[in-house]
């Protein structure tokens, strides 16, 4: 065994003792705090995706001909096939929130201030390619909603002045939804976003690590306690737990509330209630509020104040010293999101 | 909290996540359950049928499903297995690089249901065509239609109405049950059936010059011609000179046995003022049974054998063709096999049968016994042992005994005596050779086509009121209160019109018949009569008003 | 949000300068022999409750990605027993699209009658083709040659080509085939 150990130790050069210092970043104590998990929860959600994604492309197939049957083989016939569906989309649905929440609290205890303006870009990057990820698996199923939801949203795309038109072809392979877009979405879906997003952690990971986890002080805190603890085996086992914690929920909710099969896409008809997935009723409902292109000049611009804010937020208490007005531009972000959200949820049209 | 704490957290949220799991599994096997119960084989789709499944599964998916749903489907027979045609035959063409025929004929199905057609060939539901020159089909081709196509008299608003088919009710009636005699248009404007082709024993065409002038469309497609397709007549004459047409039982494209076991699949035909079989088994016993023990009937059993899948209550397929625990489940698809009587014409005949299966109606008794291949007690016989499965023997024999007696009853009171007064009124030239001219015509044809066998056939099947109120009653009085002063008439019409030996006779016949005992009452009054009934009475109940 | 926060910077995170030592993490320890113990014990639990939870996940996906079932197979009518003469063959298509030579070799009208041979070849699973010139099926992947009845005659295949069961009833030809891969 020794002789082994040393055979590889002379082959692959790592000092297992450095290693283990290398990934022992002192934790702060405040992690200690549940809520402080949720960056974790979305890695540890993503690498679940991955891992039953890869499982559903086994029997998935990408062509509008056999798309939606292979989907109900994987729902009906294979073995476990429904559970592991049921699993995947939960834990998109339970990933993208972790997200939202994750992005809240970061927001909240202005822990994307400086130095750390360019991770809560990377961070948004993240969103985006998130969202993107949930539209392209939704898409995947090929039921009448999917396909109404993938059509409307990428005729959305139309809308943007100059390239609105590129987007929407380089989107679907075509004018309209053809025989190209599904493998589009698929690959999209599968390999690009994914492989994105991996880089993109890569570097959310490795600027925190650099940076190190901003610290917080409480009020309860006590004056003399130790102000780190270890991030191997004390966090790690923490986010172990919350690992399991995770895959209890969604075998439950998989299982409860199992992922179904609505009718097949059918080009001809669209159906009378068309909603896309929760996480988009915010801009379903903006749309329907102003006229196309206005909403999604206006949601652009949103979205790239989000992306520039650490900056602006800057300039804002560079000027007043003390400003709480994050605090209020977040309160009313906030607000208004979930106002959308709900509005959408609860009327048909 | 402390490592320790986490590690032994982490021991029970991982049992946690087990038993998480375990609820998946026992739903992993719920669902197998499922699945397994609800069992549907999977259709194959035979590869030379493979093109026409996904063609005509988007253009005509109601047909794909039925067939998608039937036995041949899951046995591997596809499309092309029925509807493949041969080089030469008149009705093939080049479909999409499969020569094929649009019609299905008992030939065609009999590649493999051998047994089935040749029974199917000599029942009396093969004959059902040889109607086209009839005395029914004189009524819709001339009495209510028109033999030629005639000129309309006064515009239709909303419609450009050119000519008018006289035959209109002779092709949507009559021959819808009967069978058409298949046509095709052909290219000088008239219709080509196997008269024309003169199909071999093949079923291919002799006469190549009449293929020739078979009109074809566009795509080399020969046109059927709508007074004869489409039709799915029990009598059918195909081009091919098969007779008949299976999907007039076991409708296209599931060809559904289950559906031919059911009263209602005849009734397409078997219904009306003439023959209300339907209606009659509805009214009897077995009809009501049927319909409150329905879904104890196992109707979709593969054999469906009386005694062995079900007992509950007999259709008209259980007595008549389908096979049952007497005779080793045979089924028949000669309906005639076990049927004693024939009360379609006037007068019933026995069903004494010759080796072409045709009622022998020879009355010399030596040479009839010569002619009978299949004698009516025999068919008897064998209807007896579908009625033993559920009645006794002296039961089921008491049962014929009625029947035979109201039969007997009818032939000899009034169909006999009806049909002697028209034939001596025919002889003495007192009316046309012509039908339907003559209002004693319209009365006879009613009284035997219509009334007469609600009487025979009410009573072959226990409907009581179809035997007396809508049979024998109306027989009665269309006999006395029509037939005979109608008779009557003509007779003094002829003695005023110096035609008096013709007159004499005719009331001749009326005087011996009326003077016969069973009418004499109809003469001489029945009071006498009634006191006997009344005497018979007050024996059996005692005098009204008296003790009892 | 109710507690008062304050963000900080923390140090530069180089564990290698003055990074916290293992271990210094505030535990009150207990007897430290007992607490190896128990340390070790719990360690124990928790490797065998991820063992057990993860495990049984990756049963399931393994369970998953085995085939779901065995082919089906199913009995489908080919033609009228008559339609082959003897002496004659067939070539039939299965739903899958696979070729089958239906050849007749007697007259008895039985099944026995017919041999229906798969063009699969027994040896790389390489379609083979019949060659009328030489009576004899040839597989282009490495010059297998098969006799009429399917019986291997040179080239690597030591096994024949294989046959698919036949049934006869009532005079109709049945073969049975593999359902799988059919819509």
């Known amino acids: 065994m020794s002789m082994l150990i040393g055979w590889l130790k002379e082959r692959i050069p790592v000092s297992g003792d450095r290693l283990r210092e290398m990934t022992n970043e002192p934790v702060p104590n405040h992690l200690r705090r549940w809520w402080f998990c949720l960056g974790g929860t979305p890695a540890y959600l993503f690498v679940v995706q991955v891992v039953t994604g890869i499982l559903l492309a086994f029997y998935y197939q990408p062509s509008s001909r056999t798309a939606y049957e292979s989907v109900r083989y994987i729902t009906e016939e294979a073995a476990f096939g429904w559970y592991l569906r049921g699993v995947h989309k939960w834990a998109a649905t339970l990933m993208i929130a972790a997200v939202i929440l994750h992005q809240m609290r970061v927001y909240f205890t202005g822990a994307y201030r400086k130095p750390r303006e360019i991770n809560w870009m990377v961070g948004m990057c993240l969103l985006v390619c998130t969202l993107m990820t949930g539209f392209t698996g939704y898409s995947l199923v090929f039921e009448q909603l999917s396909y109404w939801g993938a059509t409307v949203g990428a005729n959305i795309t139309e809308n943007v002045p100059v390239f609105g038109t590129l987007m929407k072809r380089m989107l679907l392979g075509g004018d309209t939804y053809n025989a190209n877009t599904l493998s589009r979405f698929f690959i999209l879906h599968a390999a690009v976003l994914p492989v994105t997003i991996v880089l993109l952690l890569g570097v959310h990971i490795t600027l925190i690590r650099l940076q190190g986890v901003t610290e917080l002080e409480f009020e309860d805190q006590e004056p003399g306690e130790q102000k780190h603890f270890n991030f191997f085996p004390d966090h790690f086992l923490t986010e172990l737990m919350i690992g399991l914690v995770l895959m209890i929920l969604l075998s439950v909710l998989a299982t409860a509330l199992p992922a179904e099969m609505g009718p097949k896409a059918d080009p001809m008809s669209t159906p009378e209630v068309i909603k896309p997935e929760w996480f988009f009723y915010v801009t379903f409902r903006w749309l329907k509020l102003f006229s196309e292109t206005t909403a999604i000049l206006s949601m652009g611009f949103i979205a790239f104040l989000m992306f520039i804010w650490p900056l602006v937020d800057g300039a804002i208490r560079k000027r007043w010293k003390g400003s709480e007005a994050s605090v209020w531009v977040g309160l009313f972000a906030v607000i208004a999101i979930v106002g959308l959200t709900v509005w959408e949820a609860f009327v048909a049209h | 909290m402390t490592l320790t704490t986490k590690k032994n957290l982490i021991a029970a949220l991982g049992g946690l996540f087990l038993v998480s799991l375990v609820l998946v599994q026992w739903r992993e096997v719920q669902r197998r359950e499922h699945e397994a119960g609800r069992g549907e084989a999977a259709i194959p789709v035979p590869a030379s049928s493979q093109a026409c499944v996904d063609c005509h599964g988007k253009g005509t998916p109601g047909i794909v499903a039925h067939w998608t749903g039937s036995t041949h489907a899951e046995k591997g027979v596809g499309c092309v297995d029925c509807h493949q045609a041969e080089k030469g035959d008149a009705d093939g063409f080049e479909h999409y690089g499969a020569h094929i025929a649009t019609i299905v004929t008992p030939l065609d199905c009999s590649r493999c249901h051998k047994t089935e057609y040749e029974e199917f060939a000599h029942s009396h539901h093969a004959q059902g065509g040889k109607i086209l020159a009839s005395l029914d089909n004189f009524l819709a081709e001339t009495v209510e239609g028109h033999r030629a196509p005639f000129n309309p008299h006064s515009p239709t608003p909303g419609m450009e109405v050119t000519q008018v088919n006289g035959m209109a009710s002779a092709f949507s009636g009559c021959q819808q049950c009967h069978g058409s005699k298949v046509g095709f248009q052909s290219t000088d404007g008239g219709v080509i059936t196997l008269d024309d082709l003169k199909p071999g024993p093949d079923g291919k065409p002799t006469v190549p010059e009449a293929v020739e002038r078979i009109k074809k469309d566009g795509t080399g497609r020969p046109l059927f011609h709508a007074s004869t397709w489409p039709n799915t007549g029990i009598g059918r004459l195909n081009l091919d000179g098969s007779k008949g047409s299976c999907s007039a039982c076991h409708s296209r494209h599931d060809f559904s046995p289950r559906r031919a076991r059911q009263p209602e699949n005849c009734g397409k035909c078997h219904l009306g003022p003439d023959h209300p079989q339907e209606e009659i088994y509805n009214e009897s016993k077995h009809g009501v049974a049927f319909r409150d023990l329905r879904e104890k009937m196992n109707l979709d059993a593969k054999e469906w054998v009386l005694g062995k899948d079900y007992s509950a209550a007999p259709t008209c397929a259980t007595c008549h063709m389908s096979g049952h625990m007497q005779n080793g489940g045979k089924v028949t698809h000669d309906p005639g096999e076990r049927i004693s009587w024939t009360n379609r014409p006037p007068i019933s005949r026995r069903m004494d049968t010759d080796e072409n299966h045709a009622i022998v109606t020879e009355t010399d008794p030596a040479k009839r016994r010569a002619l009978i291949k299949d004698t009516s007690e025999e068919k008897r016989t064998r209807m007896k042992q579908v009625c033993n499965h559920c009645h006794t023997p002296d039961y089921v024999n008491a049962f014929y005994q009625q029947y035979d007696d109201l039969v007997v009853l009818y032939n000899e009171k009034f169909a006999k005596p009806g049909q002697k007064i028209m034939d001596t009124i025919l002889k003495q030239g007192l009316r046309t050779k012509t039908e339907f001219d003559e209002e004693i015509e319209w009365t006879w044809f009613y009284l035997w086509h219509h009334e007469g066998r609600r009487a025979r056939h009410g009573a072959s099947m226990m409907a009581p009121d179809y035997t007396h109120w809508h049979g024998m009653f109306e027989v009665a009085e269309r006999f006395y209160i029509h037939l005979i002063p109608q008779a009557r008439e003509i007779a003094h019409k002829a003695t005023e019109g110096g035609k008096a030996d013709a007159g004499k006779a005719v009331d001749a016949v009326i005087d011996e018949i009326l003077a016969r005992p069973e009418h004499k009452w109809f003469s001489e009054g029945a009071e006498g009569q009634m006191d006997q009934i009344r005497k018979a009475m007050e024996q059996r109940y005692g005098k009204p008003g008296g003790a009892p | ?183």
């Not at chain 3, 049984?56 to 996906?61: H, L, M, N, Y």
């Not at chain 3, 083709?129 to 295949?157: A, I, V």
């Open chain 3, 1 to 183: 949000m109710s507690e008062e926060v304050t963000p900080t910077t923390p140090p530069p995170a180089d564990p290698s300068q003055d990074g916290p030592a293992p271990g210094c993490h505030a535990e009150t320890p207990a007897d430290p022999e007992r607490r190896g113990f128990l340390g070790s014990l719990s360690s124990l639990a928790m490797a065998g409750g991820l063992a057990a939870g993860y495990g049984t996940f990756g049963c399931f996906a393994a369970r998953y990605l085995y085939p779901a079932h065995a082919a089906a197979t199913g009995w489908m009518f080919v033609c009228e027993v008559g339609r082959i003469a003897p002496g004659e063959a067939l070539a039939y298509k299965l739903p899958d699209g696979a070729k089958v030579v239906i050849a007749r070799q007697g007259s008895s009208g039985a099944a026995e009658d017919f041999v229906a041979l798969s063009s699969v070849c027994p040896h790389l699973g390489c379609q083979v083709h019949w060659e009328g010139q030489n009576s004899r099926f040839f597989c282009p992947c490495h010059n297998g040659t098969f006799d009429p009845s399917g019986n291997p005659t040179g080239g690597p295949p030591k096994e024949p080509l294989p046959r698919y069961p036949l049934k006869v009833e009532d005079g109709l030809l049945f073969i049975e085939v593999p359902l799988e891969g059919l819509a």
